[in-house]
């Protein structure tokens, strides 16, 4: 497998549907790999442990000089809607406290153990003054940190600081896969969901896009700078 100068590690394949969706996946050691022609995109499962898991196989696969967390988060900021995209100037481990830098950006990321409902977003937002909450990005960092690479993580926000969100965690299985079938089962005989499933649907789908655009976009302003700093 060729050298990519960018690797890109996202939970879920769904996040990045528009950009991945007709393409075919390798899957090496339970992560799947997704070519693009300046970059390497990881797709490992929902969760700090998959999420490094991931980071530590693409690495090893195409010795890339920037690491990227890219995917969906919720806001904690009251000012960030469903649909904005932003980069992370700094992202915060809620388990350790740990905060690691990134290359660039305008928001704080705190990432927690678990899908925050809107209590425990108000908690975060009091305790680390971040904007956006998600569940991957510190391991990706961590992992960046150690194998001494550039570190950049970019995110779209699905759910704002208001929306009350079902219990999506106990349908994430071992894997860090999500378990559609159980999930959507679960909301047919919980009526009270159902209208929020729509929204769900809604949110992500715009999220996605958004989300896309935005990493085509640092994949080649960070390539184009790769050249620059080559030569």
Known sequence: MPRKPIAVVVAMRVELAPLLAKMA??????????ELPEAMVAVGGIGERHARHAAEVV??????????????????????????VGRMREVVDVATG??????????VLATSP?????????????????DAVDMEAAAVA??????????????????DSAFPMPPLTRFIDGNGRFETR???????????????LAKIRKNSKLASANLCRELQHLIKSSSQQSVVNSQ
């Open 25 to 34: 996946a390798q899957r090496v050691d339970g992560v799947e790999l997704f």
């Open 59 to 84: 690495i090893e696969r195409v010795q890339p000089k920037l690491l990227v967390s890219a995917g969906m988060a919720g806001a904690l900021s009251p000012n960030l809607k469903v649909g904005n």
């Open 98 to 107: 740990e905060r690691y830098p990134t290359r660039g950006g305008e928001w």
């Open 114 to 130: 678990g899908i925050s409902d809107v209590a425990e977003k108000g908690a975060l937002l009091t305790k680390y003054a971040a």
């Open 142 to 159: 961590q992992v960046a940190k150690e194998r001494g690479l550039e570190f950049a993580a970019v995110k779209a926000i699905s759910d």
């Open 182 to 196: 159980q999930f959507l089962i679960y909301v047919a005989l919980h009526p009270k969901w159902w209208a929020t």
